[in-house]
């Protein structure tokens, strides 16, 4: 556990300090916590950014690509002049800046089984991001094997989903559990394919940092075991219990 909270870390975090569930122990185990997103996209840039805000210890961020034009109406970390800069490199200039004593670990490289199991043994929590299911259930399988807290995420059009998974648990469901197809095709909640609108990703990345947040402090209910299924255009959720493949 941390140390005690000096007075500067209590005043910029006191509006959650003051939270029946968090509280000055809370924040601490915040400020202990690792968590790795895999993918800063339109989802992994604000589950960074209110995790950095949050007062997170270690903050991993990995994705290969660069800043394109396109990107800019979703993915809340860059702007016009950050146009083919690196990613993660521009995401951890602005998270510093937000909280220089969150460390930020960059991977600017696309991740491959020994490379993503080399690296996420290290993080207590995983966030995927990713918007491609050859990642998705690389990262669904290595966190399986590892034992992590998973929460995944996708998006398309107005609509999005949130599945987590506590592996730590071997007989809970997997994002395999849902998508039980041998092959998932690219074109299934995937903005690329079937456009989004901005405010989608920040709901759905901010819902999934929220995910993180609660299992870090051990309070409310979360979505082990479930899938949330939102439809932002018609104001409408649903949750739907997963079950476990025999």
């Not at 590892?146 to 592996?167: Q, R």
């Amino acid at each position: 556990m941390s140390t005690k909270l000096n007075k500067i870390e209590i005043e910029k975090f006191s509006r959650q300090i003051i939270l029946k569930n968090i509280g000055a122990l809370g924040q601490r185990k915040i400020q202990d916590s690792k968590v790795l997103i895999i993918g800063m996209g339109g989802l992994g840039c604000p589950a960074a950014e209110f995790l950095t805000r949050s007062g997170i210890g270690t903050l991993g961020i990995v994705d290969p690509d660069r800043v394109s034009l396109s990107n800019i109406h979703r993915q809340t970390l860059y702007s016009e002049k950050d146009i083919n800069k690196s990613k993660v490199k521009i995401s951890k200039k602005k998270l510093n800046e937000i909280n220089p004593k969150t460390r930020i670990n960059i991977f600017d490289y696309k991740l491959d089984k020994i490379k993503l199991n080399k690296i996420i043994k290290n993080y207590n929590y995983i966030i995927d991001g990713t918007d491609n299911f050859e990642s998705k259930f690389l990262i669904n399988d290595l966190s399986f094997k590892c034992k992590k807290f998973l929460v995944s995420g996708a998006i398309s059009g107005f609509d999005g989903h949130i599945f987590s998974f506590d592996f730590k648990n071997k007989n809970n469901p997997s994002l395999r559990d849902f998508y039980q197809e041998e092959v998932v095709t690219d074109d299934i909640l995937n903005c690329e394919y079937d456009g989004i609108l901005g405010t989608v990703a920040g709901i759905v990345g901010t819902m999934q940092a929220n995910e993180i947040l609660k299992k870090i402090l051990n309070i409310g209910q979360n979505l082990n075991g479930f899938v949330l299924i939102l439809d932002l255009l018609n104001l409408s959720m649903r949750r739907v219990k997963l079950r476990k493949r025999t």
